[in-house]
């Protein structure tokens, strides 16, 4: 199989155009469902208020401007000639439960959230730890766009063009000793700004995990914005990690401290349900979740209809050699 780039451009005239044309046809969050709930089942109910309330649309005009006639709207797919998902969609279903556990409700609680001034700081087992505040971080590399699938552990997709850069140019910089294993990441904890960490259904602050081998992959990013703008303060503002062969909660979002440490880091969702939310996390749709099949999933703006779920979800061409005589049924 000829190898297919992972990054492509797509010009924000496409998205503009694309948007345009969802609007025109009367694309409404309210053709949304609310997906399976990922709340362990042993920790009591949290699977959202499933409210029938839609969060305002974000408006992008301020934000876009065209200076040029916008080519065809088809030309943006991901490498796999897949749909992006459009800006309403993508900023309206978030899974971001420092907020709300409901997905429709996110962006409305962080329409106010201040994501400056912001640092970020990287310690632990390194030779060069560093405190970089955003601009910093884009300074390390160069700004790429990144069109790539999430594919969340509840069975719902989407494809979104990310900008940042790769997480290995900030672990080279930050210089990680030989000692060093796996990566933590670890989001703000903030009560008063995150509201949702006021519940104790869950061990604040959300934590994730890489080994230290998939985080120096070229496919895994610290985001710094989509579809062209900033990230939006529901998408993880103002920097997440994306790892898009892994279930979308390994993709930690407003991300304060990275630390290189020695051993497999605990994690919030394993924490929680170790069962149900394995430390590795790749996508795999032989390995069900306990409580509902991985085979297939739903794109967020596909309707009812479902598309077969692909291994490494569709990058183990670039990734499955990370994983060569481990046995992934039992390391999930
Ligand atoms: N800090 C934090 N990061 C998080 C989450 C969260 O609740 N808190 N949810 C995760 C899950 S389950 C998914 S599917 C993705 C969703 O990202 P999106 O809302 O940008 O699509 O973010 C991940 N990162
Ligand atoms: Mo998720």
Avoid at 157 to 182: D, H, Y
Avoid at 186 to 193: F, H, K, Q, V, Y
Wanted: hydrophobic content about 40%.
């Amino acid at each position: 199989m000829k190898p297919i780039p992972s990054s492509q451009i797509t010009p924000e005239s496409v998205y503009l155009n694309r948007r345009q044309i969802l609007r025109g046809m009367g694309l409404g969050a309210g053709s949304l469902l609310v997906g399976a709930c990922a709340a362990p089942s042993t920790g009591g109910s949290s699977s959202g208020d499933r409210s029938p309330d839609v969060a305002p649309l974000v408006e992008p005009d301020s934000v876009l401007s065209v200076t040029e006639a916008p080519p065809v709207a088809s030309a943006a797919t991901d490498e796999l000639g897949q749909p992006l998902t459009s800006f309403e969609a993508v900023t309206n279903y978030n899974n971001f439960y420092e907020f709300t556990t409901s997905k429709e409700g996110v962006a409305r609680l962080a329409e106010d959230f201040v994501a400056t001034p912001w640092t970020v700081e990287v310690g632990g087992l390194v030779n060069n730890p560093q405190t970089f505040d955003v601009d910093g971080i884009k300074a390390l590399a160069d700004v790429e766009e990144r069109i790539y699938r999430l594919r969340c552990v509840e069975a719902w997709s989407m494809v979104v063009p990310w900008s940042g850069i790769p997480l290995a140019a900030l672990l080279k910089t930050v210089q990680p000793k030989a000692e060093a294993k796996f990566v933590r990441f670890e989001t703000l904890s903030d009560p008063d700004r995150l509201p949702g960490q006021k519940s104790r259904a869950f061990t604040w602050p959300y934590a994730e995990g890489l080994r230290l081998d998939e985080a120096m992959h070229d496919l895994a990013i610290l985001a710094t914005g989509l579809y062209g703008r900033d990230l939006p303060a529901q998408n993880g503002a103002p920097i997440r990690l994306v790892v898009p062969w892994k279930y979308g909660f390994k993709s930690i979002k407003s991300i304060v401290r990275i630390d290189l440490v020695d051993e497999m880091p605990s994690t919030l969702w394993n924490d929680q349900a170790p069962s149900e939310y394995g430390f590795f996390a790749n996508v795999n749709p032989e390995v069900d979740h306990p409580r509902w099949s991985q085979k297939s999933e739903r794109r967020i703006e596909g309707g009812l209809r479902r598309i077969d779920t692909l291994p490494f979800n569709g990058y183990g061409d670039q990734v499955a050699q990370l994983y060569a005589g481990m046995d992934l049924t039992k390391w999930f």
